[in-house]
């Protein structure tokens, strides 16, 4: 499913819930329990967005830890602030890298 030019999730869990109706918290959450990748964009500056690939590792109130990921090799981990992320994509493509990634 596309909406405005980015993917959505299709189906989240059980109850079909769409990321139209989750906040950014309800998706780092469900990234995490679910052990799914995902793609972060990040406000890193006024006019500058910064895309990170990988798994949440964990998070707190404030931030997240994320295992970067790039060519099914891991980069190392990043962590930085919840209030930065403007969102968190999973698409079509994430969910065969997913798979893959779990074999």
Wanted: aromatic letters at 12%; glycine letters at 4%.
């Amino acid at each position: 499913m596309i909406v405005n030019g980015k993917y959505a999730y299709s189906r989240v869990g059980s109850n079909a819930k769409t990321a139209l109706n989750m906040n950014i918290v309800d998706k780092i959450k469900y990234h995490h329990d679910n052990r799914k990748y995902c793609k972060i964009m990040r406000q890193v500056a006024k006019g500058t967005v910064e895309k990170s690939n990988g798994f949440i590792v964990d998070y707190s109130d404030n931030f997240v830890l994320l295992q970067e990921t790039d060519d099914f090799e891991v980069d190392g981990y990043v962590a930085f602030p919840i209030e930065t992320i403007s969102e968190i994509l999973y698409s079509n493509n994430d969910k065969y890298f997913d798979k893959i990634i779990h074999l």
